[in-house]
């Protein structure tokens, strides 16, 4: 999906900004609201401010995420404020990144996705690849372990020691 959106108006900005909320599992409010100064590309972590009541945290950048932020931050002339704005320098809203999502997704996939799919995929992707559940949910931020858990059901790993 993220080679495919390259092809549109802002695609740079748009695939920097999918990836972002899958990698790090950020909410939409979150995505959008995110600053310049939450960016820090010398040590490459992204301080996360979480929504709903959720717990925040740091979390470290990956090396071709630090280079388009890097790219993105040198094409669009801004290192203050939020990351992502449109072209009149407005804020990207939260209802302009859903359909941006929708479009894209049902071109791809065949399917509209809504942007909160990629938080739980990026929780699911977690999961997958052997990590913890304590460190999924600080990751996510979930203040309640409850909610990390629910990610175990969509995995199917909880059948993989079964032998027949």
Known sequence: MRGAIRHNRHGRRDALMLCLAFEHG?????????RWSAVDLMTHELRVTRAKGSLDGTHPLQGDTVRALKRYQRE?????????????????????????????SERVLGLKWHPHALRHACGVHLINQGV?????????????????VAYTALTGRQFERLSF
């Open 132 to 148: 913890d559940l304590r460190t999924v949910q600080l990751y996510l931020g979930h203040a309640n372990i409850q909610s990390t």
């Open 76 to 104: 669009s002339g801004r290192a203050t404020g939020l990351v992502f704005v449109n072209e009149r320098g407005a804020p990207v809203s939260a209802d302009g990144f859903r359909r941006l999502l929708h479009r894209l």
């Open 26 to 34: 950020l909410r939409v409010s979150e995505l959008v609201g995110l």
